[in-house]
């Protein structure tokens, strides 16, 4: 890996880890959930429509039997994990938000194996086992009581699933699109959807103070449009799973950011559900796949925030 793929795959990792907080902050600073999303996604696609009007891009549009392909990974990978993982913060810290969503390589090994035919040795059904483990314990943490699992958890582990959904079947597509066309495409998708959300937008935005509105454009602009960039470049300059390690980080920024930002802690047991996970899924990326299988079926680790 070299050191400008490593650069902007930290930094990728550092804006999407600061996400988390970010949608706390703006959830709690009177944006509803779904006037967030669609106030994000607006600013993503108006980006994205002033980068493909660059020439010098030579940016394509799908082939008319890509669309509906492109439609349903939208709505399956951007409003369903949207969705699920933004109503889910209205209940769950921004941390324990992280670690769920960091655990996701855990279903898209699951879906590995049973779509794309993935297989994993002993040391990898030991970390998913660990893996689920971990989740269990980040999920009991969550509540207002000791043991108590808040209704956030299941929607972020949907949207958890989800992405895993999408990392799977957008694979065949990278043969013919580049990973920004692609993110564009699916951002353009996904805006659609949000529109229904658009009733009383105008108003929010008036009443909102001035931090929140500047935190949602941040939103708009960094993770939901530039770190998809600067992913695709890294992505350009290494190799796919090399660069995919960085990923692994994300937790742990957004827990440090959340304190930092929030004055927020994920509860002790959800710190080491996470560990655990987190954990699991290294072993299971770096020991418990079969190599012979993984050369033939590498996924790419593309996320969408």
Known sequence: MNSKALLLGLLTVLIWGSTFAANSFSLQGGFSAGHLLLFRFAVASIIFIAIALIPSMKFRLPEKQDIWKIALLGIIGINGYHICATFGQLTISAGTSGMLIGSGPIFTTIFAILILKERL???????????????????????????????????????????????????????????????????????????????????????????????????????????????????????????????????????????????????????????????????????????????KTQLDPNKTR
């Open 121 to 295: 040795s002993k040391v990898g059904w030991i970390g998913l086992a660990f893996g689920f483990a971990g989740i269990s314990l980040i999920a009991f943490g969550s509540g207002n009581t000791t043991f108590g699992i808040a209704p956030g958890v299941f929607l972020t582990i949907l949207a958890a699933i989800a992405t895993s959904i999408f990392f799977v079947y957008q694979k065949p597509l990278f043969k013919k699109y580049t990973a920004i066309e692609l993110t564009a495409y699916f951002t353009w998708v996904g805006t659609i959807p949000f529109l229904f959300f658009a009733p009383g937008l105008l108003e929010a935005i008036q009443t909102v103070p001035v931090g929140v509105n500047l935190t949602a454009i941040y939103i708009g602009i960094f993770p939901t449009a530039i770190a998809y960039l600067t992913w695709a470049y890294a992505l350009s300059q290494s190799n796919a799973s090399s660069i995919s390690t960085v990923l692994y980080l994300e937790p742990v920024i957004a827990i440090i950011v959340a304190w930092i930002w929030l004055s927020e802690l994920p509860k002790s047991i959800s710190i080491i559900g996470g560990l655990i996970a987190i954990s699991s899924v290294i072993l299971v990326n770096f020991y418990g796949k079969n190599q012979h299988a993984i050369s």
